[in-house]
Nanobody, 115 residues
Framework: QVQLVESGGGLVQPGGSLRLSCATS????????MSWYRQAPGKGRELVAG???????NYVDSVKGRFTASRDNAKYTVFLQMNSLKPEDTAVYYC?????????WGQGTQVTVSS
């Protein structure tokens, strides 16, 4: 069955870094557009970054220059490197896979940026 499993979240001080991973199985990963979303307490889910099958990326303005999405098609995994973290980056981070009418979500990983 389809699985997307995020990992790498945690508690980090402002200015710190984290690297999120989303390991997938059960679908043809290389064909799928992969994206990272986040949801802060009391807010809606927000698109943070996306990466297509060729590795082309796009980002929401608030994370440009700080976050980098990448993917390893051989390992069916997508990554989000997060640098210069700010308290406002605190949220549950989710990965999403989309191809045509198919879309799948992971269960999320908590990122907390606090001193």
């Amino acid at each position: 069955q389809v699985q997307l499993v995020e990992s790498g979240g945690g508690l980090v001080q402002p200015g710190g870094s984290l690297r999120l991973s989303c390991a997938t199985s059960g679908f043809t990963f290389s064909r799928y557009y992969m994206s990272w979303y986040r949801q802060a307490p009391g807010k809606g889910r927000e698109l943070v970054a996306g990466i297509n099958s060729s590795g082309r990326t796009n980002y929401v303005d608030s994370v440009k220059g700080r976050f980098t999405a990448s993917r390893d098609n051989a390992k069916y995994t997508v990554f989000l490197q997060m640098n210069s973290l700010k308290p406002e980056d605190t949220a549950v981070y989710y990965c999403k896979a989309v191809f045509g009418m198919n879309q799948y979500w992971g269960q999320g990983t908590q990122v907390t940026v606090s001193s």
